[in-house]
């Protein structure tokens, strides 16, 4: 197998309060509708023999300053016409709150903004045949009003142009630091109420980055925005995964001169080794019901995939046996089965078993080297990296068909994940000597690349839809 190139990743005992929102308060009058180099995978950091130093830990401030910048490129198959009318404002608000939605509803491919004209607020009913006029089908208004308590109450209505009828709406109350989560929840309700499927625009992703010596682990809107760094050391981290309930984070922290995973608790800041027997713990992986983490371990010799309580209780259960490496586990979306990479067969590929025992299936066949398995949240379809005439590539997988299709181009990514609704896969990938993230759809037509001042930034994970 190659060497590994240096892994990215940090830690430290610091502790951030919640990456978070403060819930909001919702009222609705509608229902829901239903390298040149191989990348860095955990098959070769599971050997990976590091020399490090004592951490430095120091505190970090909740809100990191350096901002993430995104670059987005195609469009979706079929793009709705809607418009986004300016809100009718009550009092000073200090964030573009209306841009915030519009932006989000025109990343997402699915949409084609459409002058709205005048400003339109919740109770106003829109003049229908200009709008028509302007190519509309849909269009969206609404009001924000400051309070006395220095919250804001958000309300707006989404109207059907063409047949000029109301769509229903929602209001929110929220606080000033929740002001981007509020329109971010909007495009979600647009989403949904337009295509029948749940929006991830209130969805938050998990990233490490490295500058200056010094490794990140970071919290950031789907959008790049409100980066918060729960963790800050000069010590690696990797393989960070959420919670299925979003609110812990397990990772690999070099801390101690050999890999450890800790499951740290993102309101209080409070964190655990759970993982720390003799040898190497490496790529922890969450049940669906977080209550355990399948986690990749050295101390009875190779690494081999164990099964751990979340809370570090009781012993680690022996899942995997072979005379070679398994590692990079994860579960299926029913927690029955596990997927993970061995060499077993001579080369890195990928395979399933059933979680209490059983025997270990080899699902990727269309190259000599197939590592990161991640399923899809309804578990029809496998990511993964994959090795294609030297490049290193992010392959989707039917597993009722097996059909493949090639979903990147830049020939060095790694760790793929998916989005909470399965529309999106979320990457690593490297261009020259920086290393960003790239979000792109499961049909491969929208893309958008995240880089950040915060330095290189890799090893993502995308996060579970937040409550509502």
Known sequence: ????????????????????????????????????????????????????????????????????????????????????????????????????????????????????GATLSDTATPNFADLRGRGADAVAGGSIT????????????????????????????????????????????????????????????????????????????????????????????????????????????????????????????????????????????????GRALAVTLTREGLSQVFLINADGSGSAKRLTTSPGIDTEPSFSPDGRGLYFTSDRGGSPQIYRMPVDGGEAVRITFNSPYNVSARPSPDGRSLAFITRRDGRYLVALRNLTTGAEQLLSDGGREESPSFSPNGKWILYATQSGRRESLVAVTVDGRVKQRLSSSLGDIREPSWGPFTQQ
């Open 1 to 116: 197998m190659n060497e590994p190139r240096h892994c990215p990743a940090t830690t430290d005992a610091q502790a951030v309060a919640a990456a978070g929102y403060n819930r909001l308060m919702r009222n609705s009058d509608s229902p829901a509708i239903p390298m040149s180099v191989p990348p860095a995978s955990a098959l070769r950091r599971t050997l990976m023999a590091a020399a490090v130093a004592p951490v430095a830990a120091m505190l970090w401030p909740a809100a990191a300053q350096a901002q993430m910048r995104i670059d987005v490129s195609g469009v979706g198959a079929t793009q709705y016409p809607i418009a986004i009318a300016a809100f009718a404002i009550e009092g000073k608000v200090p964030q573009e709150v209306v841009e915030v939605l519009r932006a989000d509803l025109a990343r997402s491919g699915t949409f084609r903004l459409v002058e709205a």
């Open 146 to 289: 400051r309070l006395a308590d220095g919250r804001f109450d958000i309300r707006f209505r989404l109207h059907d142009v063409v047949q000029s009828r109301s769509l229903g709406g929602e209001s929110f109350l929220a606080s000033e630091a929740d002001l981007r989560y509020a329109a971010h929840r909007m495009a979600d309700w647009i989403f949904q109420k337009i295509t029948g499927e749940r929006g991830i625009f209130a969805t938050r992703l998990l990233f490490v980055s490295r500058q200056a010596q010094r490794y990140r682990l970071n919290v950031a809107d789907w959008d790049g925005e409100n980066v918060v760094t729960p963790l800050n050391s000069a010590e690696p981290i990797m393989s960070p995964a959420w919670s299925p309930d979003g609110g812990r984070l397990a990772y690999v922290s070099f801390e101690t001169g050999k890999p450890v995973v800790y499951v740290h608790e993102l309101a209080s800041g409070r964190r655990k080794a759970v993982a720390n027997f003799r040898g190497s713990n490496s790529a922890p992986a969450w049940s669906p019901d």
